[in-house]
């Protein structure tokens, strides 16, 4: 469309239209609906204390639950651009970077007050575990052509298995301080650790993708991967890439999400949390299917998500009851994103042009 | 009119079909042979295969019909859930009939193939996001009918659930005497659905039509099919089955509760897979499906039966057969893409 032509230059477009077209206006909006909505049961949700050094609030605990959140939709944002599935397997993955990460520190007693290896150690095993998680499923992606969901459902079913495989069994428990302030607080912070790792995630992540071309080559593989291959991209290599880092980063969430606990609890880490995340990425205005991605958009995502859980919390809405809305809600955005919404959307924008031309010209005649 | 010509990737299909039950009867004559002090060779321990499983036969022949389509349907698992809740709250607090029980779990099978049917066919959704929030729903809903544990106790409906129906042989037991073998109504509702679904696919226009679309929806389209309506049909028919594979799941369970067959749906995925429906649509059969779920109750027997390994190795060994037979599948659609 020459949308250029339909606008006179020297005219710019009204500031509410250029802020409504921006493709973080929804997402946004959305996030502020769910957070403004609590102003009606509950009037001091934005109110902010500090207690012994932290901040406490409702606002401060959406932030910090969301952290896991924030970090695995990054990774399947990466995932869904590139190969235009999603990753289902990142929930088990957590669990099983958690039970590796635990079984290090606890040497393969059930409960420990002291650490058997280093921290470190344990976190780079438990990393390189998810690292490797993350690369069997890219290798069935990127390698074997098999559709992402398919090739992830082999994990999401055995992962778990896997995990309790690792702990034989048992919830492992590591009950030192340096193992529990990782997901809790440090002195001297305000904000609680787990908040930390994923704006770091986030930080690191999209510092890779903008100084490297990796982003403008995971795009132009999602958006079409024969042509990108005749310009010379390798897309198997990109897939699997991006497979692996979906992997290491629900690692990271395992370990943050274990290290709140001070436990691996192999049936419960991450349970259900990769359908938050697919549900964050689609959220965030990215489409499903491949292609174009907005990093930002599935941060927001994910808070929006953790926001509407605490929102549903508050009203007393249990956590049994809670997916009936998280599934009105997956609808209505999927049905708004769909070929046939989006097309209905795109003739009314056609109309209301040909109409403003007709009127210009119209006018230029007389 | 004329019926549409059979697709040629018959071979691979055939091909997929024999391996899976040539790995069944491998799986249960090393069972017979390893545990046959635990009554592994009896002729029950067969047939308990079949009655632990009904429910699971019926969903995953509506999951093959969809993935044959080349779509997915994960809600099963949910809607299973909510049958089992409804049919158990309907009965035991509003006292509602048996005969009611049924219409109730059809009638949410038939809701959720409806709705969903619409969005993938109509409202071109992927079919992964949609059963995603099916999910969603049914095991929310669930919850929202009540969060107890509702044990069914209704005189017709336990009559229904433990008639039982002698076969003409059976086995002696420790004490020397003959036990004939029996099987449950369910075991019969769930092989003529088997049956039912193999015509339906082999010998109807609608069967040709979905082989149709799930091989090339473009050129199903350029045929003149109506590619949107048999999707839709399609789904709608896995949603009945759904709910009354959610049904026999009852009766089997004689229970409702919350947790209630979590996972489900990626038993009869895999089973679908195991018995040689191909992801990418196109190629599949009940008869496969229905030797996918008896693999996987083998291994369950056979782990159970062992003692000592834990229950979680029945998911570890179902995902290393599932991962086996994806690749042999990638394999098998990679040769046959370079003969062309």
């Known amino acids: 469309m020459p949308e250029a032509k339909l606008t006179s230059p020297g005219q710019k477009k009204p500031l509410w239209r250029r802020i409504a077209g921006h493709h973080l206006f929804l997402p946004l909006l959305c996030l502020i609906v769910v957070l403004l909505s609590n102003l009606i049961k509950t009037p001091d949700f934005f109110a902010i204390t500090i207690q012994n050094g932290m901040l406490r609030g409702y606002v401060i605990d959406v932030v910090n639950r969301a952290s896991e959140l924030v970090i695995l939709a990054v990774g399947m944002t990466l995932v869904t651009a590139a190969s ?7 929930g088990a993955v957590m669990a099983v970077s958690a039970a590796v990460c635990c079984q290090m520190l606890s040497g393969g007693e059930v409960s420990v007050t002291t650490f058997s290896n280093p921290l470190i150690l344990a976190v780079l095993a438990a990393l390189l575990a998810s690292a490797l998680c993350g690369a069997f499923n890219g290798f069935l992606v990127a390698k074997m052509h098999i559709q992402p969901m398919v090739a992830t459902l082999i994990l999401y079913t055995a992962g778990r298995g896997i995990a309790q495989l690792v702990t034989n069994g048992q919830i492992t428990y590591v009950r030192v301080d340096a193992y529990k302030m990782w997901g809790s607080a440090l002195p001297g912070l305000l904000f609680p650790v787990p908040v930390f790792f994923a704006i770091a995630v986030v930080l690191i992540v999209s510092l890779v993708l903008k100084k490297t071309a990796l982003g403008l080559y995971i795009e ?95 009203m007393n809405v249990s956590s049994d009851q809670l997916p009936v809305y998280k599934a009105v809600v997956v609808i209505i955005i999927v049905v708004l994103q769909s070929p046939t919404a989006q097309k209905l959307i795109a003739t009314q924008r056609l109309h209301h042009a040909a109409n403003r031309i007709a009127r210009q010209t119209g006018g230029d005649n007389t | 009119m004329k019926t549409l010509k059979r697709p040629r990737n018959l071979s691979a299909t055939g091909f997929l079909l024999i391996v899976t039950i040539g790995l069944f009867v491998l799986m249960y004559a090393a069972g017979m042979l390893a545990f046959s002090g635990q009554g592994f060779a009896k002729p029950q321990m067969f047939l ?89 729903f049914g095991r929310g809903m669930t919850a929202i009918v009540s969060t107890d544990m509702i044990s069914i106790k209704n005189e017709t409906f336990l009559a229904w659930a433990k008639y039982q129906i002698y076969l003409p042989f059976g086995s002696t037991n420790k004490k020397g005497i003959y036990q004939p073998a029996y099987i449950y109504p369910t075991v019969i509702v769930a092989l003529l659905v088997v049956l039912f679904i193999f015509i339906l696919l082999r010998y109807t226009k609608f069967g040709r039509k979905v082989y149709a679309i799930g091989g090339n929806q473009q050129s199903a389209l350029m045929m003149g099919l109506n590619v949107r309506r048999t999707k839709f049909e399609a789904y709608l028919l896995d949603g009945f089955l759904a709910g009354l594979g959610g049904f026999l799941f009852a009766l089997n369970s ?81 040769r046959k893409q370079k003969q062309r």
Do not use: H
């Not at chain 1, 370990?255 to 049936?267: G, M």
């Not at chain 2, 389509?69 to 809600?75: C, E, L, Q, V």
């Open chain 1, 84 to 90: 235009g599935g999603q990753d289902i397997s990142v």
């Open chain 1, 220 to 314: 132009s593989v999602g958006i079409n991967g024969n042509a990108s291959r005749l310009v010379g991209l390798n897309g198997t290599k990109i897939k699997w890439i991006t497979y692996i880092i979906c992997g290491i980063l629900a690692g990271i969430a395992g370990f943050v999400s274990s290290a709140r606990i001070y436990s691996a609890d192999a049936n419960n880490i991450g349970l259900n949390l990769e359908m938050d995340a697919i549900l964050a990425v689609a959220l965030g205005g990215n489409i499903l299917g491949g292609g174009k991605f907005s990093l930002a958009g599935s941060v927001i995502g994910a808070y929006t998500i953790q926001a509407l859980t605490t929102t549903l919390y508050a």
């Open chain 2, 48 to 136: 308990n295969l079949f009655i632990s499983n009904a429910g699971l036969i019926v969903i995953s022949c509506g999951m093959t019909l969809v993935m044959i389509t080349g779509g997915i349907d994960i809600s099963v698992g949910s809607v299973t859930a909510l049958v089992c809740m409804v049919v158990a709250y309907q009965m035991e607090r509003n006292g509602a009939s048996a005969f009611t029980a049924i219409l109730f779990a059809l009638g949410i099978g038939l809701a959720f193939g409806i709705v969903q049917g619409f969005l993938v066919a109509y409202l071109d959704i992927q079919p992964f996001i949609v059963s995603l929030a099916g999910l969603f």
């Open chain 2, 254 to 334: 004689c229970a409702g509760f919350v947790e209630q067959a979590k996972g489900l749906e990626m038993d009869a995925i895999s089973s679908s897979v195991i018995g040689g429906t191909l992801l990418s649509g196109g190629v599949g059969n009940p008869i496969g499906t229905l030797f996918g779920v008896l693999i996987k109750g083998t291994i369950s027997s056979l782990i159970t039966t062992q003692g000592t390994l834990s229950s979680w190795w029945v998911r570890i060994a179902l995902s290393a057969l599932l991962c086996f037979f994806i690749v042999l599948q990638s394999i098998i659609t990679s």
